[in-house]
């Protein structure tokens, strides 16, 4: 079975329809207008119009709230030009710059360029300048993909008088709410013969900061860019054997690689300039003068301080009817908030997202169970419960909620929704890729291998919420199984909770951190039965 659950709020709220008021700036203005126009604002005068105000710092919120990458390319003679053409360019929409790469081809000086760039991107901004034989991009003054190819010297890299040097720079900056980036050097150092010591300790200084950023030793991506008089193949090799044990701050450098998630890219020969956030981090004062950089690794790791939204934590707890009432406190704050001051305190971060979403609370449950004669058990389930709205008290739909149980707000979103019929789908894929179907006899396409996993049917689980009012389409639910397994026979109900529990590596979690939660009942989710059998080899005696 796999789950296509609700999607979580990066921020959470209820209601709060189109169309509020904000007392700031130039009066009253409609937050549509206000939206429209600061959506067509440069990122400088963005940034500084989303500290006018917290009704104009969410309506900034909204407007940049997924990530987002910006790109340009200058073919301009001049080096200067081109520099201010791609800034320009990239910074003509709002963004804000968690990193920046740049391009470059052998006319361009790399000190002075991250000098400018940095100076426009500010210092909390990692960049990584390289050069080597072309560059591809998006054209500023045509907005067409180009690839310049041109073999650049780079032992002469720094020679104005190079003949076969190459025009032009690319600058990527990129917005990625949820992680954090920076700049992680290989370095050589002159009195240090031993390679390996200075390798272990570049592959060292990735995994800790991964572990101060996201409490987890593997990041979730890195670029590396080496230099063309460095050997840096032992370093991307051991990079793929990273590995933890014991302890967060006790790592090993293991036999066995980083995890295939982690995506690892990057250029081996080649020149580069580049800032770290923190240099001190990696390189201390007493090697200072002593070294050379050899290589540079751009990391991303998840910023464990970034939660998908506000969690709470209940304080007082009733139960009225069929309903709890509760106020709650925002966690790491001691003020106690009543319904309305919970809401309020939502509405902020979901207004105007959807438009009239159902929205729930994800109440993270830790409960002893029993059954039986057998030992009792400390276990995590995440429970959702319908908000009905609230004024003295929050009131949400169910019990079960206890004082002290932490929750966090979810709504209905058709986009996240139909995202995550697709990871199924690819799911699903992986079970159709090592099994036959029943309906391959009727076509007589496919004869089955002995051992074989037959698939024979199906059913499926949808919430009442979705289907084509939900998705503005027909049959998204279905496709995942009809798409996978063609003719195989499929039923469902369309139901008012869906319940759910299978494989980790079929479902389909919100987030890493939910994984460590048991989820059986779901809101505004699909679940999938897949029915399947093994037939006996040819000759083998079956008895009942």
């Known amino acids: 079975m796999a789950g296509s659950p609700a999607t979580k709020l990066g921020g959470g709220g209820v209601g709060g329809g189109r169309g509020g008021r904000s007392s700031s700036g130039f009066g009253s203005v409609d937050e549509d207008v206000l939206e429209s126009i600061l959506r067509r604002l440069p990122a400088t005068t963005f940034a500084s119009a989303a500290c006018v105000s917290r009704s104009w710092h969410r309506v900034c919120g909204r407007i940049l709230s997924r990530p987002k990458l910006a790109t340009a390319l200058s073919l301009d003679p001049c080096a200067q030009s081109a520099l201010q053409e791609v800034v320009d360019k990239v910074l003509a929409e709002p963004i804000c710059p968690h990193f920046a790469i740049v391009n470059v081809g052998n006319n361009v000086d790399t000190t002075e360029a991250l000098q400018y760039i940095g100076s426009k991107l500010g210092a909390g901004t990692p960049i990584v300048i390289s050069a080597d034989s072309g560059i591809i991009g998006v054209d500023v003054l045509t907005n067409q993909v180009k690839e310049v190819e041109g073999g650049i010297d780079i032992g002469s890299y720094n020679n104005e008088d190079s003949d076969n040097a190459e025009q032009g720079i690319v600058l990527t900056v990129g917005f990625v709410p949820g992680l954090k980036v920076d700049v992680v050097p290989l370095l050589h150092l002159a009195e240090v013969n031993d390679d390996r010591l200075l390798v272990d300790k570049f592959v060292t200084d990735i995994m800790e900061y991964s572990v101060a950023v996201s409490g987890c030793s593997t990041p979730v991506g890195v670029i590396m860019f080496g230099d063309g008089t460095a050997e840096i193949k032992s370093a991307a090799e051991k990079l793929v054997g990273i590995g933890s044990c014991g302890l967060m701050n006790q790592h090993v450098i293991a036999d066995y690689a980083m995890p295939l998630e982690t995506a690892i890219v990057g250029d081996e020969k080649g020149n580069f300039e580049y800032r770290s956030v923190d240099k ?265």
């Open 280 to 544: 001190s981090r990696y390189i201390s004062a007493i090697v200072l003068q002593n070294y050379t950089t050899s290589a540079v690794a751009l990391v991303f790791a998840k910023d464990r301080h970034k939660r998908p939204g506000p969690r709470h934590r209940a304080a007082s707890v009733q139960v009225d009817d069929c309903c709890t009432l509760l106020t709650a406190r925002r966690e790491g704050q001691e003020e106690i908030l009543d319904g309305e001051g919970i809401l309020n305190d939502i509405r902020d971060e979901l207004e105007n997202r959807v438009e009239y979403p159902d929205v729930y609370i994800g109440v993270t449950k830790r409960r002893i169970y029993e059954v039986g004669a057998e030992k009792a058990k400390l276990m995590s389930f995440l429970s959702f419960h319908g908000v009905m709205g609230g004024v003295e008290y929050l009131r949400v739909e169910g019990s079960g909620i206890e004082s002290g149980d932490s929750f966090q707000f979810y709504y209905s979103d058709p986009a996240a929704a139909l995202d995550s019929c697709q990871k199924v789908s690819a799911r699903l894929r992986s079970l159709n890729l090592g099994s036959d179907s029943d309906c391959s006899d009727k076509m007589g396409s496919i004869v089955a291998s002995a051992g074989k996993p037959r698939v024979f049917g199906g059913f499926i689980f949808s919430s009442f919420g979705r289907g084509e009012s939900f998705f503005n389409d027909f049959n998204v639910d279905s496709s995942p199984f009809v798409e996978n397994f063609p003719g195989v026979p499929v039923a469902g109900i369309f139901c008012g909770g869906e319940i759910g529990r299978c494989s980790p590596s079929l479902n389909v979690q919100d987030s890493e951190e939910e994984t460590s939660v048991h989820r059986v009942c779901h809101v505004y989710s699909t679940v999938y039965l897949v029915m399947s059998y093994t037939p006996a080899p040819p000759g083998t005696a079956v008895t009942s």
